[in-house]
Nanobody, 131 residues
Framework: EVQLQASGGGLVQAGGSLRLSCAAF????????IGWFRQAPGKGREGVSC????????FYADSVKGRFTIFSDNAKNTVYLQMNSLKPEDTAVYYC????????????????????????WGQGTLVTVSS
């Protein structure tokens, strides 16, 4: 059974850092892309970042490029989201999810950041950034 467990959220001041973890159970990263999504109060679910095995690559929303880094530790079957230079607008519940690897597209938003392409979801972890 595919399971995901997200952790690492908390309260941080603007400009600070947090590292989120997504532990995977019942599968390995060879066959799944892992995405991070967030949902702020009153807003829809937004794709933040993805790490994909085939083709190997990482994807970021424009709003977090240069501030967030996604990486995996295959030995621990865990994907991390390092979040630096946090802003109050980063406040949200963050979710990790697993889905099939997808081919990148030449134009338009990357499908790897669409929640519709993910089948398995972990519980959320709350990130609150104070100003």
């Amino acid at each position: 059974e595919v399971q995901l467990q997200a952790s690492g959220g908390g309260l941080v001041q603007a400009g600070g850092s947090l590292r989120l973890s997504c532990a995977a159970f019942g599968f390995t990263f060879d066959n799944y892309a892992i995405g991070w999504f967030r949902q702020a109060p009153g807003k829809g679910r937004e794709g933040v970042s993805c790490i994909s095995p085939r083709p190997s690559g990482t994807f970021y929303a424009d709003s977090v490029k240069g501030r967030f880094t996604i990486f995996s530790d295959n030995a621990k079957n865990t994907v991390y989201l390092q979040m630096n230079s946090l802003k109050p607008e980063d406040t949200a519940v963050y979710y990790c999810a697993a889905g099939p690897p997808l081919q990148p597209v030449v134009e338009g938003p990357p499908p790897q950041l669409s929640y519709k392409n993910y089948d398995h979801w972990g519980q959320g972890t709350l990130v609150t950034v104070s100003s």
